[in-house]
């Protein structure tokens, strides 16, 4: 069985950084895209960045040029680099796998636990 354990949230001031990482964990063989989503009080989940399993990406408007989205399938984990953070960027920040190959089972839609992400001064 899969599963996703993520970290590297915090509080932050506007113009700071963070980093997430997300480490997928079982007997995998193989991981599609890999992405970061996030959801503010009140409002909808929303993708914030994709990664294909041959590397090709995805960003939300709202953060291109600020967040990169990188993976190391050595390691089965994804990370999200957050630069120049601002305040609309506070929210839960959840780890998404839409499919991943283990021994004899396929896996779809698998979840993290979600990283509080907080951007105040």
């Known amino acids: 069985q899969v599963q996703l354990v993520e970290s590297g949230g915090g509080l932050v001031q506007p113009g700071g950084s963070l980093r997430l990482s997300c480490a997928a964990s079982?007997?995998?063989?193989?991981?599609?895209?890999m992405g970061w989503y996030r959801q503010a009080p009140g409002k909808q989940r929303e993708l914030v960045a994709a990664?294909?399993?041959?590397?090709?990406?995805n960003y939300a408007d709202s953060v291109k040029g600020r967040f990169t989205i990188s993976r190391d399938d050595a390691k089965n984990t994804v990370y999200l680099q957050m630069n120049s953070l601002e305040p609309e960027d506070t929210a839960v920040y959840y780890c998404?796998?839409?499919?991943?190959?283990?021994?004899?089972?396929?896996?779809?839609?698998?979840w993290g636990q979600g990283t509080q992400v907080t951007v105040s001064s």
């Open positions: 998404n796998i839409d499919r991943a190959v283990t021994t004899g089972v396929t896996t779809y839609g698998l």
């Open positions: 990664i294909a399993r041959l590397g090709s990406t």
């Open positions: 079982g007997s995998i063989f193989s991981i599609n895209t």
